[in-house]
């Protein structure tokens, strides 16, 4: 009679899918997990973020007026147009594309939109949307020509960035400008919402946010896929929270300069900009749209094998890209009171495409989601707002957000290599 001698367990070896049922255990194998991600390259938006507490110490240190609430509440409205351009150009990037005419193109929306307000005496939503569908006619066009004609993107936008200025001048005439001086949207950028209701969205936003971590928490941890443990997740919860209702609170402050007159509450620009950045992250991370995306933009020959309609796709970013175009040139008209033949014109799109890269939007395609563009994009506002207060010559503004762009091109072609010889992408 043969006895079993007691053996250790046999254990088979991991199969390729066995990492999507591990799971971090405790705050600190979280915490290396994502250092380990950093240190191969997938930084994300990590170097725009500490980039952005750095200036935000420098420029408060160097000037006590740019921590204040009248200042912040400036800042934001600046941002605000930078950032839905970006967002914008986020989705063509996505692809390894570029659009030269993005800027230009909510500059002759904004125009249209004017001209129909003043001279047809249209309602500010009829001529709003009609401005927003003139910017998706000419992102429609640019994606025609690009897909179906192969012209490089940097040609097709580069004309349609010369052209769409002509369009302008015809538009309004040189040297001349429309009043944007509808009650709706020139309070987008200069009114704010009341106070009490701008705690109510706030906590709104706090309680969906806490609401839907959780249950995704809770849903990968019943199917026993890759999840980060509870801790990290209340961290990331209770850091939006901090920042939600610390803004809140900042922007609630009385913040006029005149003591007859009061200014709080949150100005509506901030609003607009969180639901778009909601809605443009829903799109590209939980529809099949936005893995399309990601796909092409990742291998688009690979994609095309797989059933996906490349061109389809390539067309569509480019509607949306100048569709989101069409609605920061409205956001800047309703800042600058204004739309002139040189609106969207100049620096705009270099300043759209710099927020973008420096969030952390990869310029070699399939690498990018819509809160890069809105941390750029804040970035970017925070160095012109911050070297303004410092009484700055303009050149300086210049070298530095050069600077600023060539320093995150550097740090993604640095990653991309990074991950390319770690095996990640």
């Known amino acids: 009679m043969t006895t079993m001698s007691s053996q250790p367990p046999v254990t088979l070896a991991d199969s390729e899918f066995a990492g999507d049922t591990r799971v971090d255990a405790t705050f600190g194998a979280a915490l290396r997990s994502y250092l380990q991600r950093v240190r191969g390259g997938d930084m994300g938006s990590l170097p725009a973020i500490l980039g952005l507490i750095v200036l935000f110490v420098v420029f408060g240190l160097a000037n006590d007026r740019f921590l204040s609430a009248l200042n912040l509440a400036n800042l934001i409205t600046q941002a605000g147009s ?3 351009l970006a967002m914008g150009l986020v989705f063509v990037l996505l692809l390894g594309d570029i659009d030269l005419s993005a800027g230009v193109a909510g500059g002759v929306s904004a125009c249209a939109m004017g ?68 009650s ?8 704010n919402l009341p106070v009490t209701a701008g705690w109510v969205a ?47 609170y900042i922007l609630s402050v009385n913040r006029s ?23 443009m992250t829903v799109v590209l991370t939980r529809t099949s749209y936005g893995r399309h995306i990601y796909a092409v933009g990742g291998n688009a020959e690979a994609a095309r094998r797989a059933g996906i309609s490349v061109d389809r796709i390539r067309i569509s970013v480019f509607v949306v890209c100048s569709s989101l175009a069409a609605l920061s040139g409205i956001i800047a008209a309703s800042y600058a009171g204004k739309v002139s033949a040189a609106s969207g014109a100049g620096n705009t799109l270099l300043y759209a495409v710099g927020a973008a890269v420096i969030g952390g939007t990869s310029l070699f ?43 995150a091109a550097s740090v ?5 290599r990074r991950r390319s010889s770690t095996g990640l992408g």
């Open 82 to 84: 930078i950032c839905v």
């Open 184 to 191: 709706v949207v020139r309070g987008l950028t200069i009114s």
């Open 365 to 407: 395609g399939g690498k990018g989601r819509a809160i890069d563009a809105v941390i750029g994009g804040v970035v970017v506002a925070t160095i012109a707002n911050g070297l303004g207060l410092l009484n700055q010559s303009s050149y300086i503004n210049f070298l530095v957000t050069g600077g600023v762009l060539l320093l």
């Open 202 to 248: 706030a906590l709104l936003v706090v309680v969906a946010f806490a609401g839907f971590e959780l249950y995704q928490y809770r849903r990968k941890a019943a199917l026993r896929l890759a999840n980060s443990p509870l801790s990290v997740v209340l961290a990331r919860v209770g850091m939006v929270a901090a920042v939600i209702l610390g803004v809140t």
């Open 115 to 182: 001209l129909i307000i003043v001279n047809q005496g249209w309602p500010w939503w009829a001529a709003v949307l009609t401005g927003i569908f003139c910017g998706a006619v000419i992102g429609l066009v640019i994606g025609l020509l690009r897909a179906k004609l192969g012209i490089p993107s940097f040609v097709v936008t580069l004309a349609f960035f010369l052209g769409l200025q002509g369009v302008t001048l015809k538009m309004i005439g040189e040297g001349g400008s429309v009043r944007v001086d509808d």
């Open 412 to 416: 993604d072609a640095i990653s991309r």
């Open 257 to 279: 300069v005149n003591a007859a007159n009061e200014i709080r509450g949150i100005p509506y620009v901030l609003p607009l900009i969180l639901v778009l950045l909601v809605v």
